[in-house]
């Protein structure tokens, strides 16, 4: 067990290594000088040279990198173009959208492994079709869409819910829930669709191994066996597609908080871009790959947790 | 088994093939509907210019965000810009981005991916790692950045799909190469003396076409819905040029006055997705090789 998650500690570092240097050079491939832009109305050779020296852009570029790499791992990312620290804008931007992941993967899961257990388990009936068509629509639908349809709907036309805006949750629970329902509803959704097809199809495999067949046959209760026996091991599956499933749910970010004009990361994202502040974008990048690949390490020990032959093998199954 | 019986056994179960095929296809009332759907969309969008009613920019001031009528089936969008028209057009920047950020992922992916899983090795364990920085940055991201330093437009807002869709691609091919190198006809390729290219192209591509085509069909709907992503964001088409995406960032600020016009272009989305994710489905019973072979 120890070995199996060096080694997976190992790679997700290299990966994160690889991927700070693709973030590195990225920025240093975007149009403009920085020179000019730091140097303002002052155009002299000489003020110029002075700014390239004290930031350190007359080194060549390994020097930058391994200067800028050594900050970015104490935290810091520099200041953005209104001499804001990047790490401190992120820090505060980021439990917002965390708040948004958890409860989107939350409804997210439940629904899809609920649809999916029953589709699995009443295969070929109504229920099962039933449960396959919404995964289909669920698959095709545009997510951001049925944000704009529910803004319509609950906030237009009812008046139930909040369109857009953020309350934190600290300040006023039930208000921050109001406001996050539809967000999550709509980053949920996307989710569900693809856990439900890939419990069903998990549960399908396990509901015809050996241990079902032996739990039947020892009498257990039809619930137990699929719960305790089958569900258990198709769990594995489920965490790992979550797992991959996070890049979907970085991209939904983005967009949901710009419909729902929610002060996230992901819309963070955006601004950076459309400001064209560049260190602020080339930390958000960064963070956004990290993130990715610490999410994925921790899928990985929560596998090697649910699944015993990891353990013992040290291979992933 | 003589030269001349081999020819006739090759042509013949090929031709019998595809006509079990054709046949378990239209037995499949879902996956035609998603051929005929999908192709509704796509000549559409090569003939907008002859199916929709009116042209880009024609505007008409005396119909402002007017109802359905006759003359404009579903009404009139804020600039009096006929709404049928639009999303016709719309169909091409869609059609286009699938399409073709599909095909950039294959012409990516399939030969890292047969690589990797023929050679093994070290190689493989690189492209690994590769793989997994690609996954590390979420297509929206990569738009983001590609906007950035290229301006944002169609053409790299469909790099940035075909980059997000190639890491999945990637080890699907990886897969297949892996169980194909271990084919007897792969091995007797090997032992005849056959080069590296020879086996990879002739032998181990062929076997896994079938399964490509299921994932392209997959892809684009993922892409077709990232185009509208991007293109909703300011990071993709650009306006005036109508897209679905584009056309649903506007309709945002006549939700109350106006919502359909933030109806129909999401159900052009909807359909046209759901019409190739059937299509797919249909597909991927049809060539399952567990049921062909």
């Given at each position: 067990m120890g070995g199996f998650l060096l080694r997976k500690a190992g790679a997700a570092l290299v990966v994160v290594f690889l991927s700070s240097i693709v973030v590195f050079v990225g920025v240093r491939a975007l149009p403009g000088d920085p020179a000019l832009a730091l140097g303002g109305e002052n155009r002299d050779p000489a003020v110029m040279a002075a700014i390239r020296h004290s930031y350190g852009l007359d080194r060549p570029l390994p020097v930058q990198y391994l200067k800028?790499?050594?900050?970015?791992?104490?935290?810091d990312l520099g200041l953005d173009a209104r001499q804001l620290s990047v790490a401190h804008t992120i820090v505060t931007r980021i439990p917002i959208t965390l708040e948004l992941a958890f409860l989107s993967i939350l409804l997210g899961s439940v629904i899809g492994v609920v649809a999916g257990v029953i589709a699995a388990v009443r295969r070929g009936k109504a229920s099962d079709h039933t449960a396959t068509t919404f995964a289909l629509v669920g698959l095709s639908l545009p997510h951001f869409w049925l944000g704009l349809l529910m803004i319509i709907l609950f906030a237009v036309d009812l008046h139930w819910l909040p369109a857009t805006g953020y309350v934190s949750f600290h300040a006023h629970p039930l208000q921050n829930l109001e406001h996050m329902v539809m967000p999550a509803i709509v980053l949920g959704t996307g989710?569900?669709?693809?856990?439900?097809?890939?419990?069903?199809?998990?549960?399908?495999?396990?509901?015809?191994?050996?241990?079902v067949r032996t739990a039947r046959a020892k009498g257990l209760p039809e619930i137990v066996v699929v719960t305790k026996h089958a569900l258990r091991n198709s769990l594995i599956t489920v965490t790992t597609v979550v797992g991959l499933q996070l890049g979907a749910l970085i991209s939904g970010a983005v967009i949901t908080e710009q419909i729902f004009v929610i002060p996230g990361f992901g819309r963070l994202t955006l601004e950076a871009v459309n400001q064209r502040d560049y260190t602020l974008l080339q930390g958000v990048v960064l963070v956004a790959a990290t993130g990715y690949v610490v999410v994925n390490l921790l899928v990985d020990v929560v596998y090697s947790l649910l699944n015993p032959r990891i353990r013992v093998s040290g291979k992933p199954a | 088994m003589s030269y001349v019986d081999t020819t006739a056994t090759v042509i013949n179960p090929r031709a019998r093939r595809r006509r079990i095929l054709r046949r378990r296809f239209l037995r499949r009332p879902l996956a035609v509907i998603g051929l005929v759907v999908a192709l509704t969309f796509i000549v559409a969008a090569i003939l907008a210019p002859w199916v929709a009613p009116y042209t880009v920019q024609q505007y008409d001031y005396n119909a402002l965000l007017a109802h359905s009528s006759s003359k404009h089936i579903l009404?009139?969008?804020?600039?009096?810009?006929?709404?049928?028209?639009?999303?016709?057009?719309?169909?091409?920047?869609?059609?286009?981005?699938?399409?073709?950020?599909?095909?950039?992922?294959?012409?990516?992916?399939?030969?890292?991916?047969?690589?990797?899983?023929?050679?093994?090795?070290?190689?493989?364990?690189?492209?690994?790692?590769?793989?997994?920085?690609l996954l590390a940055f979420p297509f929206l991201i990569v738009a983001v950045g590609l906007a950035a330093i290229l301006g944002p437009s169609l053409t790299n807002a469909t790099i940035a799909l075909g980059i997000g869709a190639a890491p999945a691609l990637i080890r699907v091919a990886r897969g297949e190469a892996l169980a194909l190198r271990e084919e007897d006809y792969v091995r007797a390729a090997i032992a005849n003396g056959a080069s590296d290219v020879r086996i990879l192209v002739r032998h181990v591509l062929p076997n896994m076409l079938s399964t490509?085509?299921?994932?392209?069909?997959?892809?684009?709907?993922?892409?077709?819905?990232?185009?509208?992503?991007?293109?909703?964001?300011?990071?993709?088409?650009?306006?005036?040029?109508?897209?679905?995406?584009?056309?649903?960032?506007?309709?945002?600020?006549?939700?109350?006055?106006?919502?359909?016009?933030?109806?129909?272009?999401?159900?052009?989305?909807?359909?046209?997705?759901?019409?190739?994710?059937?299509?797919?489905?249909?597909?991927?019973?049809?060539?399952?090789p567990r049921t062909t072979r």
């Open positions: 800028w790499a050594g900050k970015a791992v104490r935290g989710l569900s669709a693809v856990l439900m097809r890939q419990t069903r199809s998990s549960m399908l495999t396990s509901l015809n191994a050996d241990y | 009404g009139t969008d804020e600039l009096g810009r006929d709404v049928f028209s639009r999303i016709v057009w719309g169909a091409r920047a869609s059609i286009e981005a699938g399409v073709l950020a599909t095909l950039l992922a294959m012409a990516v992916a399939v030969p890292v991916g047969i690589v990797a899983g023929y050679y093994r090795g070290w190689i493989d364990a690189a492209i690994a790692r590769l793989t997994d920085v490509l085509i299921v994932q392209a069909t997959v892809a684009i709907p993922a892409a077709i819905i990232g185009e509208a992503v991007l293109s909703f964001l300011g990071l993709g088409v650009q306006p005036p040029t109508p897209s679905w995406g584009v056309m649903l960032a506007d309709a945002q600020s006549y939700l109350s006055q106006a919502p359909r016009l933030a109806v129909y272009p999401g159900v052009a989305i909807f359909l046209c997705s759901l019409s190739f994710n059937l299509l797919g489905d249909g597909l991927r019973d049809v060539l399952d």
